[in-house]
């Protein structure tokens, strides 16, 4: 099991900038790609970026050029910088893990517990 906990959610005004983190425990070493979703009211669950143990990256349309998604293999933890933020921004931002558990032959994939992130007008 890997335990994801987010951190640096809040209340910022358009324009503004976050910082959200995420720490990864347990066996981290089953985690391949690592990514930020975000979920807004009414809305669906949406990817907003990954990352790979490689570092390879892919962002939604939608925050491309301002959002920079980063990683620390060593300390596992996951970044999401967010500038230039808008209302649309607005969601529940969860952190994600998935890969693969080689001991037990199956796919798996973790999910934190989400932190808030509010843009207002």
């Known amino acids: 099991q890997v335990q994801l906990v987010e951190s640096g959610g809040g209340l910022v005004q358009t324009g503004g900038s976050l910082r959200l983190s995420c720490a990864a425990s347990g066996s981290v070493n089953t985690v391949n790609a690592m990514g930020w979703y975000r979920q807004a009211p009414h809305a669906q669950r949406e990817l907003v970026a990954r990352i790979t143990r490689g570092g390879t990256t892919k962002y939604a349309d939608s925050v491309q050029g301002r959002f920079t998604i980063s990683r620390d293999n060593a300390k596992n933890t996951v970044d999401l910088t967010m500038n230039g933020l808008k209302p649309d921004d607005t969601a529940v931002y969860y952190c994600?893990?998935?890969?693969?558990?080689?001991?037990?032959?199956?796919?798996?994939?973790?999910w934190g517990q989400g932190t808030q992130v509010t843009v207002s007008s």
């Open positions: 994600n893990g998935e890969g693969f558990d080689f001991s037990r032959a199956i796919a798996v994939e973790y």
